[in-house]
């Protein structure tokens, strides 16, 4: 879940190939300002999002070879946002739970590392529950921070952002749009020309395959410039029936969470294709040569007509995978992100060591460039590398900071 995930890498909405795609006819008006008692929220919105989400549930529920799949981002309307925050709340869901235990233990560090003036950018934002424990680490230090949370409801903006202390230091801002829209928005040259630290808490990372969740951190990196960083939170537990439990609470509220994505699947459809008594949920925890994974499904209870095709009760809609990182799987994403790790904070221990679950890492990363003229290579504070930077000197290498 946003992925659906330790809470520590983003909320994973899903279905940002296919808003890449909606953006080439995007809308070039200049950001609208949202008023609201003690909060403002700018609206980066390129294109409605609802417009391209019609034709990805088409698409991926009758795709021309493959299995069906429907949209993650379907389960992140404003009731799935509020749903998703009770299940932050349950005994079974570890991922919260962990991940505010590192940053209690770990928020003033953080804090530490990221430098006054700076833009702090959380993407997929949720209740702020946990990036508050941060924030409240730059006010104590007395740390100039503009705060900005980039999430799909503005509703949600708005209440969660209105609840936050007046903080002195710290300002706060909500980004109404999706992720493609925030790093469109960061090319902005008011913003490039800020440092700035890029947050994904809740191993939301995980909600993306694993080729792709490299391809989505490359695609923030290559926007950032000398001396940005970002923050990245994973889940790395492999115990089968804890992650299970996780994900199919014994109160059922997850299930009522993945089931209110069909609802709202019907309302961006305009019709009822989804009748709600049709289909059940179906969680499962696979490992396989791919990593270790939850995975949910649709599947119909008795014969049933979506589309004009018939989808037999045997039949698995994936809706959402929340992965679940190995050391050896972290160290491979890095990489194919061109990334660097410098600092990590964890709560328990990485595989084979004990107590071995569960594993809440979040990696900080900063971007460096290769020196003009110069043969040596900027390395990590903590990992170095096996090859040189970008041989393009403009170009920048970050690097990532791990719970």
């Known amino acids: 879940m946003p992925s659906s995930a330790p809470d520590l890498t983003v909320m994973a909405y899903g279905a940002l190939a296919s808003l890449k795609a909606a953006a080439a006819a995007k809308d070039k008006t200049k950001p609208k300002l949202f ?60 991922l919260t739970n962990d991940e505010i235990q590192v940053l209690e233990s770990s928020a003033k560090e953080i804090a530490g590392s990221i430098p006054s003036e700076s833009m702090v950018i959380e993407l997929g934002s949720g209740n702020l529950r ?30 969660t952002l209105a609840q936050l202390p007046a903080y002195q230091h ?21 913003n490039i020309s800020r440092r700035k630290c890029i947050m994904s808490l809740g191993s939301s990372i995980g909600n993306f395959e694993r080729s792709a969740a490299a391809s989505f951190l490359k695609s923030f990196s290559d926007v950032l410039s000398h001396g940005d960083t970002m923050l990245i939170g994973l889940d790395a537990c492999n115990d089968p029936a804890k992650v299970y439990h996780a994900y199919n609470d014994k109160e059922g509220i997850t299930h009522e969470f993945i089931l209110n994505g069909l ?55 994936q809706v959402e995978e929340s992965l679940k990182w190995s050391p050896e799987e972290t160290r491979k994403m890095w990489d194919l992100a061109g990334m660097t790790e410098k600092g990590k904070w964890m709560h328990g221990t990485e595989y084979g060591e004990q107590p071995a679950f569960p594993f809440t890492h979040i990696t900080y990363i900063p971007i460096f460039r290769r020196q003009l003229g110069s043969a040596r290579f900027f390395l990590s504070l903590s990992l170095s590398l096996d090859r040189p930077v970008n041989d393009d000197f403009t170009q920048a290498l970050p690097h990532v900071l791990t719970f």
């Open 35 to 94: 008023s609201h008692p003690k909060v403002d929220i700018i609206d980066i919105r390129r294109v409605e999002v609802e417009t391209n989400l019609k034709a990805d549930i088409v698409s991926q529920f009758c795709p021309k070879e493959g299995p069906r799949k429907l949209p993650t981002l379907l389960l992140y309307d404003e009731r799935g946002l509020q749903l998703f925050e009770k299940i932050t709340y349950l005994e079974e869901y570890y």
């Open 130 to 159: 946990k990036v508050n424990l941060l924030l409240q680490a730059f006010e104590d230090a007395g740390k100039s921070i503009d705060y900005y949370a980039l999430d799909l409801s503005k509703q949600e903006l708005e209440r």
């Open 170 to 190: 710290v300002r706060a801002h909500g980004l109404f749009g999706t992720y493609d829209d925030g790093r469109e928005w960061l090319k902005d040259p008011s």
């Open 263 to 317: 609802r709202h699947a019907n309302r961006v459809l305009g019709q009822a294709a989804f009748h709600e008594r049709d289909w059940r949920v179906i969680g499962e925890y696979v490992h396989d040569a791919e990593g270790g994974r939850h995975q949910a499904f649709y599947s119909p209870v008795r014969d049933t007509t979506v589309f004009g095709q018939v989808i037999r009760p045997h039949e698995r809609i």
